[in-house]
């Protein structure tokens, strides 16, 4: 029975890539969990009987290093809250917390010294897993800490005199614990608290330099993010529970947005789980992309996703003595290069040449509709061919398209613009360009989610930007990524994306701007 369980998992829950071995790249292996639920998470569990619930998780976590290290990988990511699940409230995950020292003040292997504190089970058994299996891994889980109640009443400090941390733990491959990161971007109904000040956490490895940590919902906002790409860190490691939100943030779309707008590796590993329509997890550089992403009806199970990728540290990459290019030349995994491939800089817009844009008359046959709970102005595209512009106050957008209907069946195109702050389950502040196929053909069905689509298109689609990070996406049919055939930014802030030859019928294409300094306002 066992060998066929072995069996079944190579064949179903591995995706592999690995390409040429090469002195400036690494193996990175991302886990997508099949969570075990508590059936009740809102009933406390006493420390046995949570204990009990999270070893059933982590002997699931326990198979992946030996196939993860047998593949070469020497890192290997586990998601948000996969060793116990979601929906408690703050009292209820009590008995699921572990104390986590920081290992910025003291050292610890917690297989080699398991005596050292108690009630640290899940911390050891991880350690363990890196130990064993020669490998750095990352997991997340529940941490509490004291804090300062006492002594500072007008601290955040909850009643109880305890913080209840969502946190991530980084083993390096002998067991030690080199990194712990608070959440600092909590999402609704989350059970922990929020830490005092943004983290801005990143751990040293010894085969392609430094990572930055975040998780879920942070990618969204400029702490931790953004500051750790403002410092220079360009490999991220992102364990999630992203509940998909179609059209603009589903999970793959968004991730491989991300590491193309911020010029970084992004090392994605998601929650499996239908009812939460929580799906899709990779692995992506600025030149390549490695992912899985499930279709309605699949099978719910774990995925195990491996890729060799280049080191993209500058400091790593200097001292090894080979140049990003050298590495990214021959390194390209599921997607095609952009023009863009091989600049190193802050960002790759930066460098590109400025492209004057044609000048359009505005259409008046425009509407509203809600895209994700923001009023995005629309116009449609009404022709097989054509340029449309769409303005959402002084923000506007332009599309220059050519359509290639298949199969016959009519399907509804606009072109919306966005540019305010949205207010749904967060508030940031937003420029948006979406192209996006309507779920019906009504036009109140534009900015509804859709994951099929069967029309193919070429388009150029630009705007006009008050911000430099600007995350560029293009999602087929069944949300299949497809990679800009070019990107470019000019100097007063134009972005624009080309893209042709698709392979699948057009859901979106998104230049998704993040204006992080009017989140406030």
Excluded at 122 to 130: E, P
Excluded at 211 to 225: K, S
């Amino acid at each position: 029975m066992f060998w066929i369980f072995v069996v079944s998992f190579f064949l179903m829950s591995v995706i592999v890539h690995t390409g040429p071995v090469m002195n400036s790249s690494y193996v990175a292996a991302v886990y997508e969990h099949n969570v075990i639920l508590n059936p009740d998470p809102r009933v406390p569990l006493s420390r046995p009987e949570a204990l009990q619930h999270m070893q059933k998780n982590l002997d699931i976590y326990e198979e992946q290093p030996g196939c993860s290290a047998g593949m070469g990988a020497q890192i290997l990511v586990f998601p948000e809250d996969g060793i116990y699940g979601f929906n408690f409230s703050h009292s209820s995950i009590s008995g699921y917390l572990e104390t986590i020292p920081d290992p910025q003040q003291e050292s610890w292997n917690p297989c080699t010294e398991p005596g050292k504190y108690n009630n640290t089970e899940v911390l050891q058994r991880l350690s363990c897993m890196a130990r064993r299996y020669n490998l750095y891994v990352v997991a997340n889980m529940a941490d509490l800490q004291p804090c300062p109640l006492k002594t500072d009443p007008s601290s955040s400090c909850p009643p109880d005199g305890h913080w209840q941390f969502n946190t991530n733990v980084v083993f390096s491959s002998d067991g030690l614990l080199v990194a712990r990161y608070h959440k600092y971007n909590i999402f609704i109904n989350e059970p922990f608290d929020t830490p005092p000040q943004p983290e801005i956490i990143t751990f040293e490895t010894p085969f392609a330099g430094k990572f930055g940590l975040m998780i879920c919902f942070d990618i969204l906002f400029h702490d931790p993010t953004i500051a750790l790409v403002e410092k220079g860190v360009r490999q991220l490691v992102f364990p999630t529970a992203w509940l998909n939100a179609l059209p603009l943030l589903d999970s793959v779309q968004f991730q491989r947005a991300f590491s193309l707008g911020a010029n970084v590796t992004l090392l994605a590993a998601n929650l499996r789980n239908n009812r939460r329509d929580m799906r899709g997890s990779g692995i992506y550089t600025p030149f390549s992309a490695t992912y899985y992403h499930a279709q309605k009806g699949e099978p719910e199970e774990g995925r195990l996703l491996v890729a060799r990728v280049p080191v993209l540290d500058p400091l790593w990459v200097g001292r090894s003595g080979t140049t990003v290019e050298g590495v990214v030349s021959s390194q390209s995994t599921s997607s095609t290069p952009t023009d863009s491939g091989n600049c190193h800089q802050d960002s790759c817009f930066d460098s590109l040449l400025p492209e004057t844009a044609p000048s359009v008359p505005p259409s008046s046959a425009t509407f509203i509709s809600s895209m994700l709970g923001d009023p995005f102005t629309f116009v449609l595209l009404n022709q097989t061919e054509g340029e449309v512009n769409v303005c959402n106050g002084t923000f506007c957008c332009h599309l220059q398209y050519r359509r290639f209907p298949q199969g016959g069946s009519e399907e509804l195109y606009a072109l919306g613009a966005f540019a305010g702050i949205h207010t749904v389950k967060g508030r940031w502040a937003l420029q948006v360009c979406a192209l996006v196929r309507c779920a019906g053909l009504d036009i109140s069905s534009c900015g509804q989610g859709v994951e099929e689509a069967e029309s193919k298109m070429d388009f150029t689609l630009e705007g006009k930007f008050g911000t430099r990070y600007v995350y560029p996406s293009v999602s087929a049919s069944k949300l299949v990524l497809e990679q800009p055939e070019h990107l470019e930014t000019a100097a007063d802030g134009t972005v624009t994306m080309r893209h042709s030859n698709m392979t699948g019928g057009l859901l979106t294409a998104c230049l998704f701007g993040r204006m992080y300094h009017l989140d406030n306002e």
